[in-house]
C-alpha cells in the first residue's frame, strides 16, 4: 500500500515556470531598471540551476551588463528576487495559473480516501502558499500532512534533502510514498532518496528521461501515452491506477 502522496509543485501542480516565474521576473527587471530580459527559451537552459536566486546570479555571472562586483551582483539577486517572488504570487491570485490537467482530481480523489500527502518542493514557501490558497482556499494546509519548502530544506533538488525531510516528517520509508514529478531535478531527488516517482514532463522537460520511474505520461489528465499502459477506459490518472503501477513495480 502507499501510505503517502508527495507533490513537486512547479511545473508539476501547474506550468509556474514558463507562466508565473519567468514572467515575474522580466516584470522586476523592468520595474528596477535592469538592462536586460530573459526570453522564453533562455529561461529554459536557466533553468538548469535550482532555484530563483541562484539562477539569477548564475546568469548575471556571464552578463557584461551585470554589476561586476560580487557583492553587488549578491544585493541585486536578492533585491530582483524579492520582488519577483511578489509579482509572481500576484500572477497567482489574479487567477494566472491553473493547474494542470487531472491535478485537482487527483488532490480530491486523495483527500477523500484520507491518503496523506506532502509538498516537496525547493521554491519559496510564499509562492506555494499563493498557488494552493488560491486552488484549495485558505485551509488549503489542512490537505497537506507535510509542507517542505526551500525554507526548510535549502539544499536545492537533485539534492534528496527535500525528499528526506518530508519521509522524516510523515515517518514512513521511501517506498511507502510516491512522489509525482516532471523534471531531472526533481526525478533525481526523488530517486535519490529512495522514493517512487510518477513523472509527467511540464514545458521545459518535454523530453527529459524517467529512467526507474514507477510511470511516466505526458498527463495526470489522460490515460493515454503511459508508460507502463494505464487503463484505457479512464479518463485521467486516479488513485486506482497509481495504486497497481506501485503494486506492480
Ligand atoms: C523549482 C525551482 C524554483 C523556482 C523558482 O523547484 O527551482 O527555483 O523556479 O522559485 P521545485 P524561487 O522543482 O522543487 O518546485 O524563486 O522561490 O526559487
Redesign the pocket.
Known sequence: MIRALLW?????LAE??RDG?LVAFNRAFEALGVPWRWSEQHYGEL?A???????LLYDMSRRAEAPGDARQREALAETV?RL??QI?EGIVRRGDLALRAGVAELLSECCRAHLPMGI?????R???EALLEWHLGSHWNDHFATVV??NEAPR??PDPQ?YRLALEALRLRPHEAVAI???P??IE?AQRAGVPVIVTPSHYFPACAAVGALAFGPSLGRSEGWQPGADPRATRIGLDQIMRWYAHS
Do not use: F, P
Not at 513537486?8 to 508539476?12: L, M, P, R, S, Y
Not at 540551476?49 to 539562477?55: K, L, S
Not at 516537496?120 to 519559496?124: G, K, N, P, R
Open positions: 513537486d509543485v512547479d511545473g508539476t509556474t515556470e516565474h533553468l540551476v535550482a532555484g530563483g536566486r541562484e539562477r528576487h519577483k517572488n509572481y516537496v518542493t525547493t521554491t519559496s510564499g509562492n506555494v519548502c526551500a536545492k533538488k527535500v514529478e516532471d523534471a531535478a526533481g531527488a
